[in-house]
């Protein structure tokens, strides 16, 4: 059992950020799309911080921070949510059971950096969301990003994407989205729109700037469906150095008409 003082030296909340939460049950007409059938959702905050913060703030001492939205009567997506944000850190690819089990293992991972550097000051940071970016018909676009640093060097940005079909229930895949034997012809695609980005010719090497496998340019899986194209994001270390941070690439829906499947989440964003 944990002792009292034990409990007065740990402060945990989880809170409902109820000032920054609005039900979106909104319809909202724009020039080139009609937002409907959204999904109610409100933003939850689940927070933990070190026993040595006392009244620090969580920017100068150990904590661990998530927000993520609800969403009204969706189970599924809501544990979908959870996932992907378990994941964004996790050891060796596995994921906690829960949020508070993942706060738990982290700040008994400083206490042990603690005991083991007994005169250090360096604190662990851990801040991740979810963030609705958009909602459409039968659409619920969502980001997952988060920025950990546990000692060493330097902390570690991670961002990843959730394409929720609420017609199907389930976090579509480029395979839902494309028709079958895409792979070649979208990346022939997206390897044009790469090199004008960075700025490259069409015979330039990837060898030395970049960490392609067998130097040769890939897409990931990572992606957001967005209303002008298939927004693609490589996290850090993923095809660059640290330093470089994360790239982006964005595959507009007019370069890849003959790939898209038809009557998906994308069908409403192509223009007649």
Not at 202 to 227: G, Q, R
Request: proline letters at 3%.
């Amino acid at each position: 059992m944990r002792t009292i003082y034990y409990l007065a030296a740990v402060f945990i909340f989880f809170s409902v950020s109820l000032a920054s939460c609005v039900w979106s049950d909104q319809h909202i007409e724009q020039k080139d799309a009609i937002y409907k059938d959204t999904l109610n959702y409100e933003y939850k905050t689940f927070s933990e911080r070190a026993a040595d913060c006392g009244d620090k703030g969580d920017s100068t001492c150990t904590h661990f921070t998530v927000k993520y939205p609800e969403f009204k009567d969706q189970p599924k997506l809501n544990d979908s949510v959870e996932r992907k944000l378990l994941l964004l850190f996790a050891y060796d690819g596995k994921a906690d059971s829960s949020i508070s089990a993942y706060a738990k293992r982290f700040l008994n991972d400083y206490e042990t950096f603690k005991k083991e550097n007994p005169d250090t000051k360096m604190y662990f940071e851990m801040d991740s969301h979810a963030t609705v970016v958009h909602q459409d018909t039968n659409l619920v676009a969502i980001e997952v990003s988060g920025y950990i640093f546990q000692g060493g060097a330097h902390g570690g940005t991670t961002t990843a994407f959730i394409n929720w079909d609420t017609k199907t229930n389930k976090d579509l895949t480029l395979d839902d989205l494309l028709v079958d034997g895409y792979n070649t012809r979208l990346n022939a695609v997206a390897e044009k729109i790469f090199r004008t980005n960075e700025k490259l010719s069409d015979t330039a090497s990837l060898a030395t700037n970049y960490f392609f496998d067998n130097n040769k340019f890939a897409l990931n899986k990572n992606f957001l469906v967005t209303p002008i194209g298939l927004r693609f994001l490589y996290n850090q270390y993923e095809i660059k150095p640290y330093a470089a941070g994360q790239t982006e690439l964005v595959v507009p829906y007019a370069q890849i008409k003959k790939l898209l499947r038809p009557n998906t989440v994308i069908t409403q964003y192509l223009k007649q």
